[in-house]
């Protein structure tokens, strides 16, 4: 199976600030990368699929970039909405679908 | 609007199975892969397995295999999945979820949305 390893696990930030978060995946996986966010009690929402494309109805502020192993989810100036956890999640068909392990994101 | 509706909690006990329900509305449910995803209390998600509603082909995450059927109705727009032989750790939200992309890949499936608005399952003696 693919493993995706995201980090850090959790990142303390403040609002205005700019922020990234890293999922790597054990083997390529092309672009066939989405990251979710996920607010407590309620499902997760889709942000970005295919590494980069910006979901419809999603703020500008957040884009996503990468390829082969490597991905960035970045929020250009963190909103107070946006305190939440986020997930990469890759679906190659290659492996079992898997998701990284989260990256919780709160307020400094 | 699109949306998926899922059953209410369920309380089992250890050794008991469990249904749940994913009623789907706003598109045409044989068009999109339906997933189940599960995420343990405090846990990340855990993919589960895929049901194609058009066909009924199904395909299960191998931790899962055995004890899990993924079904559908496609008359009343659901899917079902029913987890056998359940366990204290199967306590779990369990969701399903749209994959957005109908067409798929030989090299990837893809991205879900929406997602159900999840059903807790309790596994307790």
């Known amino acids: 199976d693919i493993q995706m390893t995201q980090s850090p696990s959790t990142l303390s930030a403040s609002v205005g600030d700019r922020v990234t978060i890293t999922c790597r995946a054990s083997?390529?996986?092309?672009?066939?990368l989405a990251w979710y966010q996920q607010k407590p009690g309620k499902a997760p929402k889709l942000l970005i699929y295919?590494?980069?494309s910006l979901e419809s109805g999603v703020p500008s502020r957040f884009s996503g970039s990468g390829s082969g192993t490597e991905f960035t989810l970045t929020i250009s100036s963190l909103q107070p909405d946006d305190f939440a956890t986020y997930y990469c999640?890759?679906?190659?068909?290659?492996?079992?679908?898997?998701f990284g392990q989260g990256t919780r994101l709160e307020t400094k | 609007q699109v949306q998926l509706v899922q059953s209410g909690a369920e309380v089992k006990k250890p050794g008991a199975s469990v249904k749940v329900s994913c009623k789907a509305s706003?598109?045409?449910?044989?068009?999109?892969?339906i997933h189940w995803v599960r995420q343990a209390p405090g846990q990340g998600l855990e993919w589960m397995g895929w049901?194609?509603?058009?066909?009924?082909?199904?395909n299960y995450a191998q931790k899962f295999q055995g004890r899990v059927a993924m079904t559908r109705d496609p008359s009343i727009n659901t899917a079902f999945l029913e987890l056998s032989g359940l366990r204290s750790d199967d306590t779990a939200v369990y969701y399903c979820?749209?994959?957005?992309?109908?067409?798929?890949?030989?090299?990837?499936?893809?991205?879900?949305?929406?997602w159900g608005q999840g059903t807790l399952v309790t596994v307790s003696s």
């Open positions: 979820a749209r994959q957005k992309n109908i067409v798929v890949l030989p090299t990837a499936m893809g991205w879900f949305d929406p």
């Open positions: 706003g598109y045409t449910f044989t068009n999109h892969y």
């Open positions: 049901i194609k509603p058009n066909s009924g082909d199904t």
């Open positions: 083997h390529s996986i092309s672009s066939w």
């Open positions: 295919k590494a980069s």
């Open positions: 999640q890759q679906y190659t068909t290659y492996s079992p679908i898997t």
